[in-house]
């Protein structure tokens, strides 16, 4: 997977989310390539109950965007576990890392 962080974000840069929200944005692209529909949202529906585990470790004004590689149709649950971890740990302590790739 590969991760992108924008932090420091404007409002207008948010759509027109509320100022006061101060929960970061996550979204997720899963190309073709990692399977036909059926795998595809099994990894978007792994990759959103991971990353919902870990939103505390984003800034309030980040937007982070999760791209699945096609190695992720077939990882495990534990595996892409452990890449997300890792992935995020390196992008909060040193942004200029971005992207972030892991598996």
Do not use: C, Q, W, Y
């Amino acid at each position: 997977m590969v991760l992108h962080l924008l932090t420091g974000s404007t409002p207008a840069e948010r759509r027109g989310h509320h100022e006061a929200a101060a929960a970061p944005l996550v979204g997720f692209v899963v190309s073709k390539a990692v399977g036909n529909a059926v795998a595809r949202n099994r990894v978007k529906r792994r990759l959103r109950h991971l990353v919902r585990a870990r939103l505390t470790a984003l800034p309030g004004d980040g937007v982070l965007v999760v791209r699945a590689l096609p190695a992720a149709a077939e990882a495990s649950s534990a595996r892409l576990a452990r890449d997300l971890e890792t992935a995020l740990h390196r992008l909060v302590a040193d942004p200029s890392t971005v992207p972030v790739s892991a598996t």
